[in-house]
């Protein structure tokens, strides 16, 4: 997870990059002909600053506000009930009721559980001691879809 995080701090750092140097081009080349070299740096320092600032707005915004959605990492635990299921991990529990499950799918090595509200969760099969439990869902989704 660490390295996905870097390589997403990394790859966002070079979009602002390849953005401050489009508007300081976009600055260099918008000025008539007849403008001097000194109006042309002023306005791109101007620039420049207009950019920090609003960097610097940005990451304080991300500071404060708690930056970015994470989603919860670390160990789910699942109860399949009658109703749907009940899913727990370290920021508290989610419950998906049948009604709400739009499709259970299975590959060789996952089981893909797709909500209506276009959320999904993803099981691999390794985690599990029995697949019965997931069957019984799936049966009683294809039952209320029919």
Not at 26 to 49: C, H, N, Q
Not at 59 to 72: A, I, K, T, V
Not at 121 to 133: E, G, H, N, T, W
Request: proline fraction near 1%.
């Amino acid at each position: 997870m660490r390295w996905y995080v870097i390589f997403r701090y990394r790859k966002i750092h070079w979009l602002g990059i390849f953005a401050l140097a489009c508007a300081l081009a976009l600055d260099w080349f918008s000025y008539k002909s007849d403008a001097t070299t000194t109006e042309r740096i002023s306005g791109l320092v101007g620039m420049f600053m207009l950019w920090a600032v609003f960097v610097g707005a940005f990451l304080l915004l991300q500071r404060f506000s708690g930056g970015r959605f994470r989603g919860s990492v670390g160990t789910h635990a699942f109860e399949f009930t009658a109703d749907g299921l009940t899913e727990s991990h370290a920021n508290g529990k989610t419950e998906l009721r049948v009604a709400g499950i739009r499709h259970v799918g299975e590959t060789a090595s996952h089981f893909f559980i797709l909500s209506k509200t276009g959320s999904g969760i993803v099981i691999p099969k390794r985690d599990l001691q029995s697949y019965d439990a997931i069957h019984e869902l799936q049966k009683r989704v294809a039952a209320s879809g029919a």
